[in-house]
């Protein structure tokens, strides 16, 4: 009898699109409590609880409300691979005791099984280590359950993907019904060969199917006929992967990649809707290439022939601009690029330009600071907006607060032709490189060292200083390096273009997150230090951590909330501060991934209930069937998914609102003195602050709390507080 922490059913069938982007295909349900009748003495299932989408290894718990649209669809076939040997009779079984960590899970056998060991809790209350029997009951291209049938009555599912291509090739070559040999029919044999190949392409291995398919014309000449049909559809299976990779790719900024990707595609038995998007992409960046080039060239032009007395500022600047422009900016041109056409047309054709160099000049300093639409042919507005520019780098790369302050009142005492307004400040910030840029920029992990933290960077392939770039901090497991968790982020964080950060948050000695001030600032300092030296979006920074690390990412998060676009905590269930902060999530959405024998369940559980029940807070938990804390590979590409459209929230009218102490409020709450920064609100009072040392007492605790709204018809600020002595707007 199969456990009821997995269950059966089709692995996929509707798609749900939620308000905020995210895409997520699975069949629709709700949890049910059983009841009673007395009168009729009959039982009988309410619903009750949490709405979840069942795609057969997951559940996932969502807000209904935060649904946009459904689209109904009928669930895939799929290749359902049953194991042959029977698992054997399992008598007396205990109630398995929670999975609090993964000590070693070898690969699997050819008999489609292994010894799997994990760390648990005995009778007693201590860790030891559990050696069970594993088994893989049946297997699909999406998803394998997996049964023990040792001292435990369990069961538990995995994505395929998790399980890798290798180990997928493995288990197929061991399984009776993929043997062939040479007695057998070379149809029946090519249907083997066939249906395998099929499985590997369904389940995304397309290498794999290739190469069987390769083998199969090798040995058996006779089915060609059968194998270029499987391969037409392999091609359109492979297009469509290299599609999406060249989006991927484009997104990221990664234009020598795309270029190679776009000249290598296959355009033989591909169709002509792909291969019409192919050749959209070529010219794209073919007009690009050449629009670059001419800008550049104009642009170095207008520098040499500028040589009056007031153009050193331009010709620095448009230096500075030459070695800076890309893809991305060069729309910033598009005024200086029109008027230095026209003017290389009038000299050409023997007339007088109506523009002098300088004023091109001023176009292109102009235009490039505050975009085209407010390019000026001022030389006067040019040389204040440039000296702007300089006046706010050197600012932020002075340490020194004296020079910082001589600074900003020697900008201030400049007249209006002198310096730059607090608007063209404004513009000019989201166009600088980073303050203490690297002159040479890492290829692989580097390591970098600041004011009480020390991290890790893995930089995307094709970075520069002149792209902002998204940012994942990656925070490990206890007793790992932030080297292993960068391990397993670099693949698809370089196809998706982000920056990998991740602190050493453990001291000497310590095994476990403490929750203490220093170790947020470990997070807090790696982040402004990684601000200074290469050039990432502030509004897309994410937060993730394993276990322990998942642990701290909640803590982190609620603690900090202004500064994330969005939390992935793996592993872990919020505790203590994090625990009693659970309302700082209002604004700063959640992916939490599980397993439902996790020792902390129930505590995920009860979290999601204020959540997503009581308040309709934008936030996803991936709750995986028969799994504990451990590291859930398979979710990494879904987690990208996820993130593609998060973008950190301002929320300007009003931050929280009043519950006057009761329960419906949506305070941000604090515990700690270095929690006190929540997006336009801050304070340096913070007056309810609790350490661990008497934590049993928490029931009898009421953190500081804060909330605002502004009304701008009154022109008003309302701000509530407890436990709070001073607040800053």
Not at 50 to 70: E, H, M
Not at 143 to 170: K, M, N
Request: proline letters at 6%.
């Amino acid at each position: 009898m199969l456990p009821s922490a997995v269950g059966v059913g089709p692995a996929h069938a509707d798609l749900f699109f939620f308000k905020d982007g995210t895409v997520i295909e699975g069949r629709v349900k709700r949890e049910m409590t059983l009841e009673f009748d007395q009168v009729a003495r009959d039982a009988y299932f309410m619903p009750h609880g949490f709405f979840y989408l069942d795609d057969g290894p997951r559940r996932i718990f969502f807000c209904p409300s935060q649904v946009q649209f459904i689209a109904q669809k009928d669930p895939p076939t799929e290749e359902k691979i049953s194991r042959k040997a029977p698992l054997p009779p399992q008598l007396r079984p205990l109630k398995f005791p929670g999975l609090f960590g993964v000590v070693e899970a070898p690969e699997w056998q050819s008999t489609w099984d292994r010894r799997f060991i994990f760390r648990t809790r005995n009778f007693k209350g201590e860790m030891v280590n559990v050696n069970v029997p594993q088994a893989i009951n049946f297997l699909t291209p999406y998803w394998a359950e997996v049964q023990s049938r040792g001292r435990f009555f369990w069961g538990c599912a995995y994505l395929t993907r998790e399980l890798g291509p290798e180990t997928v090739q493995a288990l197929l070559a061991s399984h009776p019904d993929f043997q062939d040999n040479k007695n057998q029919p070379e149809d029946k044999r090519a249907s083997i060969r066939l249906r395998k190949a099929d499985f590997f392409a369904q389940a995304g291995f397309l290498d794999l199917a290739e190469k069987e398919l390769e083998r199969l014309r090798a040995d058996l000449p006779t089915q060609k006929e059968r194998v270029e049909t499987a391969r037409k559809t392999l091609l359109k299976l492979r297009a469509i992967e290299r599609l999406e990779e060249i989006k991927r790719r484009h997104l990221a900024g990664q234009y020598q990649r795309v270029r190679r990707l776009l000249e290598d595609f296959p355009t033989q038995g591909i169709p002509e809707q792909q291969i019409a998007k192919v050749e959209e992409l070529q010219h794209e960046y073919k007009e690009k290439d050449q629009l670059l080039k001419e800008t550049a060239r104009l642009l170095e032009k207008a520098r040499e022939q500028a040589r009056g007395a007031d153009s050193t500022v331009l010709r620095e600047a448009a230096e500075v601009i030459h070695a800076e422009l890309n893809f991305e900016n060069l729309a910033r041109l598009d005024a200086f690029l029109g008027q230095a056409r026209q003017a290389e047309r009038l000299y050409k054709a023997g007339k007088n330009p109506e523009v002098s160099p300088e004023q091109l000049l001023s176009l292109a300093v102009s235009g490039w600071l505050l975009g085209s639409a407010s390019a000026e042919m001022s030389v006067e507005t040019a040389r204040r907006l440039w000296r702007g520019r300089d006046m706010v780098l050197s600012y932020l790369r002075s340490d020194d607060p004296n020079t910082r302050r001589q600074l900003l009142q020697q900008h201030l005492a400049g007249s209006r032709t002198e310096s730059a307004s607090l608007d063209e400040l404004v513009q000019i910030i989201r166009t600088l490189p980073p303050a203490a840029a690297e002159k040479n920029v890492p290829q692989g992990i580097a390591e970098y060292k600041t004011e009480g933290a020390v991290y890790a960077v893995k930089l995307p392939p094709e970075y520069r200083h002149s792209r902002p770039y998204p940012v994942v901090i990656v925070l490990h497991q206890a007793g790992e390096k932030p080297s292993d968790m960068i391990h397993r982020w670099a693949e698809a964080a370089a196809e998706n273009g982000y920056i990998l950060l991740a602190p050493e948050w453990q001291s000497e000695g310590q095994d476990k997150y403490t929750y203490s001030e220093a170790e947020h600032v470990s997070v807090v300092n790696a982040l402004r230090d990684l601000r200074r030296r290469f050039n990432i979006d502030e509004d897309r920074v994410f937060l993730f951590g394993l276990g322990e690390g998942g642990a701290m990412a909640f803590d982190v998060g609620l603690g900090h909330p202004d500064l994330f676009a969005g939390v992935l905590p793996m592993g872990a269930a919020p505790q203590f501060h994090a625990e009693l902060c659970w309302r700082n999530a209002q604004y700063l959405p959640f992916y939490v991934v599980y397993g439902s024998q996790g020792p902390d369940h129930e505590k995920l559980k009860d979290l999601f209930h204020n959540w997503v029940i009581l308040r309709a807070y934008s936030q996803l938990w991936i709750d995986y069937k028969g799994r504990g804390v451990e590291w859930f590979a398979g979710e990494v590409p879904n987690m990208f998914d996820w993130m593609r459209y998060k973008r950190r929230a301002f929320p300007l009218r009003k931050l929280g609102s009043n519950g006057q102490g009761g329960q419906f409020g949506n305070e941000f709450c604090t515990l700690r003195a270095c929690d006190n920064h929540f997006y336009w609100l801050s304070s340096d009072d913070i007056r309810n602050t609790k350490d661990l040392d008497n934590w049993k007492a928490r029931l009898r605790w009421q953190p500081a709390a804060l909330d605002a709204r502004i009304d701008a018809d009154a022109n008003k600020i309302y701000v509530n507080t407890s436990g709070v002595g001073q607040v800053t707007i």
